[in-house]
């Protein structure tokens, strides 16, 4: 939603044509526009840096797992991305040389990914600024409001997750 003129069309339609509560129902288009605002804010920043928000996190990924290697299926589960946009991710890593893929040593079927020496490198020198952008966010929140914030979170996640259960 990109407009609160548009928050307001939809309140009043909600309220007029479904009688639905239009408050709630703006509250929610309101929270879901300021989450996608974040990722976007985020998705700027690192697209001036030539990648994107779910290469970091598969980068991040594979740089802290124990073994270093991990198959596509595995990383998209940690990093909650489907199998096919993990595909077109790990393309995108290789092509920046920052990740390779083997065969599997085990299953000829599979592969398993690892960060290339410079992408080791990439991702240990960006981490630490990352984790300071992070701290400085959430230091200026208070720990109850990260406690409810959580809480709330976990709770809209839950509901979510209930409701498309239900739809299947």
Same mark, same amino acid.
């Given at each position: 939603?990109? $407009?609160?003129?548009?928050?307001?069309?939809?309140? $009043?339609?909600?309220?007029?044509?479904?009688?639905?509560?239009?408050?709630?129902?703006?509250?929610?288009? %309101?929270?879901?526009?300021?989450?996608?605002?974040? /990722?976007?804010?985020?998705?700027?920043? &690192?697209?001036?840096?030539?990648?994107? @928000?779910?290469?970091?996190?598969?980068?991040?990924?594979?740089?802290?797992?124990? /073994?270093?290697?991990?198959?596509?299926?595995?990383?998209? !589960? /940690?990093?909650? &991305?489907?199998?096919?946009?993990?595909?077109?991710?790990? !393309?995108?890593? %290789?092509? @920046?040389?920052?990740?390779?893929?083997?065969?599997?040593?085990?299953?000829?079927?599979?592969? %398993?990914? $690892? @960060?290339?020496?410079?992408?080791?490198?990439?991702?240990?020198?960006?981490?630490?600024?990352?984790?300071?952008?992070?701290?400085?966010?959430?230091? $200026?929140?208070?720990?109850? /409001?990260?406690? &409810?914030?959580?809480?709330?979170?976990?709770?809209?996640?839950?509901?979510?997750?209930?409701?498309?259960?239900?739809?299947?």
């Amino acid at each position: 939603m990109a $407009s609160f003129a548009l928050l307001d069309r939809i309140s $009043s339609y909600a309220q007029s044509h479904c009688s639905l509560d239009a408050a709630l129902l703006r509250s929610g288009f %309101e929270l879901m526009h300021l989450n996608r605002m974040i /990722e976007q804010l985020a998705e700027d920043k &690192l697209a001036e840096c030539g990648i994107n @928000l779910r290469l970091v996190e598969i980068l991040e990924c594979l740089f802290h797992h124990p /073994e270093g290697v991990m198959t596509p299926a595995d990383l998209s !589960d /940690e990093v909650s &991305l489907s199998r096919s946009a993990m595909t077109s991710a790990l !393309d995108s890593l %290789e092509k @920046l040389g920052y990740a390779r893929r083997s065969p599997h040593p085990s299953d000829r079927r599979m592969f %398993e990914i $690892s @960060l290339t020496d410079s992408g080791r490198a990439y991702i240990a020198g960006w981490l630490p600024e990352r984790y300071k952008k992070f701290i400085l966010i959430m230091e $200026s929140i208070s720990s109850e /409001e990260r406690e &409810l914030l959580l809480r709330t979170y976990r709770k809209v996640f839950e509901i979510l997750q209930n409701q498309f259960d239900s739809c299947s």
